[in-house]
């Protein structure tokens, strides 16, 4: 089983930056793909990025390209997604996920098995 705690979410101006952190435990990782997946009042859930832990490609949506980044600390369990330049639009409530499978994979099929808790993130204009 794998457990997932994420945190690092908060209030921002636009043009800010927040850092998420999600920890990861339970069981070894390799074959398996972490993500950050969005959900806002009245949107569709959104995959804004993932990592596979195996070799650390990644997936990133489009919506976010060139403003966050994911990264994966092997010896922490950590999965990392770096936001700069927020805008308005980024608010919602940011989930920690891991699924069997790449990035890739991760993005295509947009799901996940296993699931964080959840941390808001709130962007003012």
């Known amino acids: 089983q794998v457990q997932l705690v994420d945190s690092g979410g908060g209030s921002v101006q636009a043009g800010g930056s927040l850092r998420l952190s999600c920890v990861v435990s339970?069981?070894?990782?390799?074959?398996?793909?972490v993500g950050w997946f969005r959900q806002a009042p009245v949107k569709p859930q959104e995959l804004v990025a993932a990592i596979t832990w195996s070799d650390d490609s990644t997936f990133t949506a489009d919506s976010v390209k060139g403003r966050f980044t994911i990264s994966r600390d092997n010896a922490k369990n950590t999965v990392y997604l770096q936001m700069n330049n927020l805008k308005p639009e980024d608010t919602a409530k940011y989930y920690c996920?891991?699924?069997?499978?790449?990035?890739?994979?991760?993005?295509?099929?947009?799901?996940?098995?296993?699931w964080g808790q959840g941390t808001q993130v709130t962007v003012s204009s």
């Open positions: 339970g069981r070894t990782l390799g074959g398996y793909a």
């Open positions: 996920a891991a699924r069997w499978g790449n990035a890739q994979a991760m993005g295509a099929l947009a799901n996940a098995e296993h």
